[in-house]
């Protein structure tokens, strides 16, 4: 599935912001010293980064974290940039990287860190009690297999150390951090014994891997289960983990090579996982109606989005989905009004209370709107429009990573 504008680096949904044709001055005017900038009563945050997709990029560019207030007003703090960042927010501050650093903004102010790494993040997550934070990065393709990096950050300083594997997938479990790998590089001889680990349709096809990846376990990764789901497109990046039971929506191949959309949990403490397809409410595939198909990779949800036994995700028509995981019965909530398409892209951010809505629209006029739902009433609460920050110098930028308030 070909997504707008810029490329999903088997993420959800990547924002091209093309809101405005703003000049240098503008985005320079908003900047704010590291040295003063706090994190006042912002109420929602996200990073702009350069589009890689624009041809011609023969200098590295900056990244921009954008604090945006109920207002719509701005305030942009400059980093070196990231290819693709995400961020965490917790009691302690709101958490942040580029490519040589990281970052925690606080009531009393900024603090950061040396830390190289790569480029591409997979995901962020805050550690329980204030104790920090946790990261995965993706260095690619190594002699070797796949390593992705894992950086724990606290109000001292960050560590790096790398795991084999691509993990696209990851789940924060009571402070530990588990992924789920589609690429398993160095591991995959070792799914051959297990019965199901190998596709009969496509024989280069991987498994999908489960591995602890923090704490570490001896300096490394500690391969946890196999599924033998192949091409899958699970690519969500921060999916929810309750009681030690990781769940999140599927769309893959079997061994045989036939389709399955469905909604699993699987238990880190056994290796044991469960799935049931996504069906309507009279037990029809969702894609016979609920739900397009070739649309269905567009949609969004986070590590907070399971309430009251069900997991709920933005399609990418506009309405808040709500799929039962013990039956995987799935039916609409409301509709945002929020289209994800060729002209437009949405992103969904879950707390306990709120369910917040980000849409860009690709038509270099219209800003950034923000929309807030009562979770439990599916209510409008608020809406911020965000003018401006689409491009300097002629180079688009991407909003990459959202967060907002723990407790909004």
């Not at 900056?62 to 009691?91: I, K, N, Q």
């Not at 036939?258 to 799935?275: A, I, L």
Request: glycine fraction near 10%; charged fraction near 20%.
């Amino acid at each position: 599935m070909r997504l707008p504008r810029s490329i999903a680096l088997a993420a959800g949904v990547l924002f091209a912001v093309t809101a405005c044709t703003s000049p240098d001055s503008e985005i320079a005017e908003n900047i704010t010293d590291p040295d003063v900038v706090k994190l006042g009563e912002t109420a929602v945050a996200f990073y702009l980064s350069s589009d890689t997709s624009v041809e011609n990029q023969a200098e590295k560019r900056p990244g921009y974290l954008v604090l945006v207030g109920a207002d719509g007003g701005t305030r942009l703090v400059e980093t070196s940039g990231m290819s693709e960042p995400h961020l965490a927010w917790s009691e302690t501050g709101l958490f942040f990287s580029d490519d040589s650093r990281d970052y925690i903004l606080g009531k009393d102010g900024l603090v950061s860190f040396e830390n190289k790494k790569a480029s591409h993040q997979q995901s962020a997550f805050p550690l329980p009690g204030g104790n920090g934070f946790v990261s995965v990065y993706n260095d690619g393709f190594s002699d070797s297999g796949y390593t992705n990096q894992v950086a724990v950050t606290t109000s001292t300083g960050s560590q790096l150390y790398p795991v084999e594997g691509n993990y696209f997938m990851n789940a924060l479990c009571d402070g530990v951090l588990n992924g789920i790998a589609t690429e398993v590089g160095t591991h995959l001889p070792a799914s051959a014994a297990i019965p199901g680990m190998r596709s009969k349709a496509d024989p280069t096809a991987e498994p999908e891997l489960l591995s602890q990846l923090y704490p570490a376990t001896e300096g490394q990764e500690k391969v946890l289960a196999w599924r033998g789901a192949f091409d899958a497109g699970d690519h969500n990046r921060h999916v929810p983990c309750h009681n030690g039971v990781i769940t999140f929506l599927s769309d893959y191949a079997d061994a045989d090579g036939d389709s399955h959309m469905t909604v699993v949990s699987w238990d880190t403490r056994t290796g044991n996982y469960t799935e049931q397809p996504l069906v309507d409410a009279q037990g029809r595939p969702i894609i016979e109606g609920l739900v397009d198909f070739e649309t269905f990779s567009q949609k969004s949800y986070d590590a907070r989005a399971v309430r009251e036994g069900h997991l709920e995700w933005l399609a990418a028509d506009g309405r808040i989905m709500r799929t039962a995981i013990a039956s995987g019965i799935t039916e609409p909530r409301f509709d945002t009004g929020f289209l994800s398409g060729n002209d437009s892209a949405s992103q969904v951010v879950f707390t306990d209370r709120s369910i917040h809505v980000i849409q860009e629209t690709f038509d270099g006029v219209s800003p950034v709107k923000i929309k807030r739902f009562d979770r439990a009433t599916a209510g409008l609460v608020t809406e911020i429009t965000v003018p401006g920050l689409a491009q300097q110098r002629g180079i688009e930028f991407n909003v990459r990573g959202t967060a907002v308030p723990p407790t909004a």
